[in-house]
């Protein structure tokens, strides 16, 4: 059952990650501006975001893994949905309704993953999310080999079948599966989220203000780099990839650490490493120099991920796991979610790429030096209550 998941969790990301290497295709098709193609971005993080309280109450009633099985449909329709779309409104509901089905997944299977294997969580989520990961580091190039010979719909028709398939292999697997009661007694979502939220606070900023940072910047990435560091559009294409695959190590490797060390430390110095690549990059020219960056900077946005899932979910109580994790996902989603539109309309103000991407990665040193303050002083939860 674990493999049929990891391999639910890919499709999900990859749906939810392959409009970015799509938004010049997507600009291009439909002559729309900088702000409307970034609303295109943002609507799948959006619709990541908007349903994951509801699932929270949802898992207060419903198994988990029947949840996650109809995640699976929800990103087969909706990718279908999106492959015949005629106008770029329809791509905005399609982008929305495939993030709905990547939230829906992840609040729902991240416990049902930590509750399968609750001695070591850290490494199954780091597996887990490797998974994921892996989709991300995937869909640049994909994406741009299809694009050689079709049209920007080619990959959504590939992920409806895809996920058809998927699922029913997931459907299957779970029958056999004994799973775990583990979640029996969440059954009070405010209940939980009332008990536990200095450790979803916590989650909601440091993940979701950096996680604003970061979507702005993958999501015009590759525009970034064609149009400030003259960098080719194929190359730009294959960097991004770069970014997404450092992120695989990362998840695989963190996912450990956070199972041998303080969880509250980790967090602090991976969002350290970020903000420093996310400031460098804006001062480094050249080919060479940008891999180098990119590939830090990768490794360190994606070490937060698996990091901040381990610190929640193996120190939240059974009884309120899903709700307060529920409660962090979607807070914490809808501020990062605004990443690409606010982006998006800053450049259609003028405002240059390597100012908005300097001012972001200053922002989370002072953020930083915050949280250490507050370490420091005692005042940041080390786990659940």
Known sequence: MFGSLCALVFLVNFGRVVFAPLVGPLQADFGVSDATIGLVATLAWLGSALPRLPTGYLLTRVERHRVVLGTGLVLAASSLGTAFAPTIEYVMAGALLVGVSSGVYFVAANPLVSELFPERVGRVIGVHGTASQLAAAIAPVFVGALLARWSWRAPFYLLTVAALVVTGVLYVTSRRAELPDAGAADRNLARGVRRQWRVVLLGVVIVGVTGLVWNGFFNFYIKYLTETKDIAQGTAQTLLTVVFAAGVPAFWYTGRLADRFRHVPLMLVVLGGFATTLVAMTFVEGVLAVTAVSALLGYSIHSLFPAIDTFLLDSLPDSERASAYAAYSAAMMIVQALGSV????????????????????????????????????????????
């Open 342 to 385: 606010a982006i998006g309309t800053l450049l259609g103000l003028g405002y240059a790429y390597d100012l908005l991407f300097r001012v972001g990665g200053l922002a989370l040193v002072g953020l930083l030096a915050g949280l250490v303050a507050f370490y420091q002083a005692g005042l940041l939860p080390e786990g659940a209550s």
